[in-house]
């Protein structure tokens, strides 16, 4: 037997996508954001609405940076999805995050948050929310990379959102081989 929710945004894994951007000012500002993806091989779709501070840095600069959440910033992620930047000059420094611009595009990646994309805006569509950017790099802290040089995510502990309950929850274990484990059934 199955409940039924009605036509809901309700999936599973939701990613937790914390948007910075600089102002006019080169004031960092950093806004949480859940309804995205990849969209393109080199393109990244999130719904964001035109009222929010960073949509509105982001137009005027035309760049962006796009980091995962992690476990261990889980306060301050969370902090930045419910404080304005219209109300809260200063939100991204009372979340504790700390800037460093990147090299590839106008845009602030957070010290404290270890994956991000580096995006350049391609557009933004006002009438459905939709802001497309093309992904120029994708920058690591070395800290959580694994013997190999690749990401370990024991060391990221990224998270997801779970609209269900409205909960974050960290990513688990190893569970499989991707493109690899289902060519047993071939």
């Known amino acids: 037997m199955r409940k039924n929710f009605g036509a809901k945004p309700f999936t599973y894994p939701q990613p937790v996508f914390i948007i ?16 995205g ?22 137009l005027k600069r035309k760049a962006f940076t796009v980091s ?22 200063d ?8 800037a460093t611009r990147s090299e590839f595009v106008d845009a602030p990646l957070i010290d404290e948050l270890s994956v991000a994309m580096e995006c350049r805006l391609k557009d933004y569509n006002p009438e ?5 950017g093309e992904i120029v790099n994708v920058s690591v802290d070395e ?13 990221v502990v990224p998270i997801i959102f779970d609209p269900f309950n409205n909960d974050y929850l960290k990513v688990g ?14």
């Open 143 to 155: 800290r959580v990379l694994g013997e190999n040089g690749k990401v370990d995510a024991s060391k």
């Open 20 to 35: 910075a951007a600089y102002d006019e000012n080169h004031i960092p500002n950093a806004m949480n954001a859940a309804w």
């Open 128 to 132: 459905t929310s939709i802001l497309r």
């Open 91 to 98: 939100k991204f420094a009372r979340a504790g995050f700390h």
């Open 37 to 58: 993806g990849i969209s393109e091989m080199n393109e990244i779709s999130i719904c964001v609405s035109k009222g929010h501070k960073t949509t509105a840095n982001i």
């Open 68 to 89: 995962m959440a992690e476990a261990g910033q889980v306060v301050a992620c969370d902090y930045v999805g419910i404080v304005s930047g219209n109300k809260v000059a």
């Open 173 to 186: 274990e190893k569970v499989g081989n991707a493109f690899s484990d289902g060519k047993i059934l071939k």
